[in-house]
């Protein structure tokens, strides 16, 4: 990831992306995690069902959902940067 990225990108962790937090919200069916710049946090929801298309075999359980979730975590935080680089060029 450039150094740019990184900068405007700062994951709500210590460590950075490797280790951004994120926690399974039942209700959405969804692991959640978050991303801030220097002004404003985002929140990004991954459903199950895009969970199941990156990993076709992932049970339903919280468990394995998140397991899913941190094995295609750069894949995930990829198109997370993407999107908030897109929203943010539109807030300009």
């Known amino acids: 990831m450039p150094f740019e ?3 405007i990108w700062g994951i709500i962790a210590l ?3 490797a280790d951004a937090p994120r926690i399974f919200d039942p209700t959405r069916r969804a692991v959640r995690f978050w991303g801030h710049d220097s002004a404003m946090e985002w929140s990004f929801f991954v459903t199950e069902g895009a969970l199941k ?3 076709p075999n992932v049970e339903r359980s919280e468990a394995s959902l998140l397991l899913a979730f941190d094995t295609h975590r750069a ?3 990829a198109v997370a940067i993407t999107t908030y680089k897109r929203e943010r060029k539109g807030l300009l």
């Open 15 to 17: 460590g950075g992306i």
């Open 53 to 55: 298309r990156l990993q």
């Open 75 to 77: 894949a995930i935080h």
């Open 5 to 7: 990225d990184r900068y």
